[in-house]
């Protein structure tokens, strides 16, 4: 603490050192209701690894062999300071990059590359930074393609509208029509989903990647680009899904506020490796962490700066 609070007070202090030390504080102050649920998600089942993963882009190590393992029910963030290798982690978690090396195993099944198209069958749906919504439908057929895989029905049979296309198509609309009032966005159903305040939008792309149904749901800077109200709503309404579904939640987030108070377990990546890994107290004791946010310079093998 006497550490984060001198770099705090120091000229070179940047802005993530002043929310690290704003979180450190809330943190002490609601310590004592953590310990519960951390004693029952040790013992929870692990329902996603990455074992060993490294990624590069030309000369450019976006990853190197980095380990992580997420458990049942657990909100589990990931941070780091920009380039860091978040969003190369969650592209690979989620099938958009296949890694140079290592493996990432989902539930039972493990792979060199996940299978972008059996994501949501494997239980797993995602949010984007940058919006991945249909801007030209409206809100409430956005959350409706999320169903797009439980659909057996065949492209003859919803032209026809077959018993079975019907039955499908009237299950995927109860869905969303009860993710939308969860979400409290039942109002807006039938908006242009391109017209609605951006805070609004990103409410929409949660509720599209819930109606899925997903028992794994990453969460790609859901409070980017918010205004602070906006950003409590939103970690209200993440708080929500996992306790209504007991949804396992993989957060990244660049407001550190935020993300110590919604996750059980931090994961901490600093030029793509992964530097510190425990609760969010431990994470903000951390020497590493608050070297690297308060953008200490990394030293190469002779202990010269680099
Ligand atoms: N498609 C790409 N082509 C080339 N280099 C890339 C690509 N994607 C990422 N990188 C590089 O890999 C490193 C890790 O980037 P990544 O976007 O994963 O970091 P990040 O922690 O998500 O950063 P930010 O917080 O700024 O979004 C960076 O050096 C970045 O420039």
Known sequence: MSVLRFAFGSPGAGFY???LLQ????????RSDAS??????????????IEGVSLSFGGVTALSNIDLDVRQGETRAIIGPNGAGKSSLINIISGVYR??????????????HVPTQKLARLGVARTFQNLGLFKGLTVLENVMT???H?????????????????????AARER??????????????DRLTGTLPYGLQKRVELARALAATPRILLLDEPMAGMTATEKNEMADFVRAVRAEFGTTIILIEHDIGVVMDLSDRVAVLDYGRKIADGTPSQ???DQAVIDAYLGVAHENEDGEGI
């Open 17 to 19: 050192g002043a929310e």
């Open 23 to 30: 979180a450190q504080n809330t943190a002490e102050a609601g």
């Open 36 to 49: 519960h649920s951390e004693a029952s998600l040790a013992k929870a089942a692990t329902v996603l690894s």
């Open 99 to 112: 890694p140079d090396s290592g493996r990432i195993r989902i539930g039972a099944a493990s792979f060199a």
């Open 146 to 148: 999320a169903r797009e």
């Open 150 to 170: 439980a659909n057996t029905s065949t492209f003859i049979g919803q032209l026809l509208a077959t018993p079975s296309a019907r039955r499908q198509e009237q």
């Open 176 to 189: 969303a029509e009860r993710v939308l009032s969860f979400l409290h966005l039942t109002e807006v159903r």
């Open 283 to 285: 994470i903000l004791e």
